[in-house]
């Protein structure tokens, strides 16, 4: 018998001869987990020249992990109540995932998911008063 031969039969083992703790304590692990574009945050730009070109940017949000950059020019060029309607459905759905919304430049809106938020320049943050702080104290 050879070298590999013994090797062999000493790994080979039967089920029977673990120990009876081994035989139920198992964990069985997902060797196809999907680890793709979910997992991780996609900055995506949408162009609006109608009302219904809304929909992807909507579903994208939804979903939870793109932060819109939507272009409303187009739009506003074209129709200015469809604009408004555009961008009321652009904030309910932003309310209905907790997230963010903000206009930037003249024809641009961009929206984020509930784990970003839009910087504000020229916002003061809150901060808490020094009478506020002796109560947290």
């Known amino acids: 018998m ?3 031969s013994k090797i062999k ?6 089920y029977s001869d673990f120990p009876e703790e081994f ?24 162009i609006i020249q109608d009302f219904p070109d809304i929909k992807p940017a909507l579903d994208s949000l ?18 200015l109540i469809e604009l408004k309607r ?3 459905k652009l904030k309910k759905t932003c309310d209905a995932i907790e997230g963010d919304i903000a206009g930037f430049g003249e024809d641009w809106i961009v929206v984020t998911p509930n784990f970003a938020q839009v910087y504000r320049a020229g916002v003061a943050e809150e901060l808490p008063s020094t009478d506020d702080k002796s109560k947290m104290e």
Request: glycine fraction near 8%.
């Open 23 to 46: 035989k139920e304590d198992y964990v069985e692990i997902d060797t196809k987990k999907n680890i793709g574009p979910k997992s991780k945050i996609v900055v995506r730009p949408f």
């Open 9 to 14: 039969d000493k790994f080979k083992g039967n």
């Open 62 to 79: 939804r979903e939870g992990y793109t932060i819109a950059l939507v272009n409303i020019g187009p739009l506003k060029e074209k129709d």
């Open 86 to 88: 555009a961008v009321n």
């Open 2 to 4: 050879s070298i590999l």
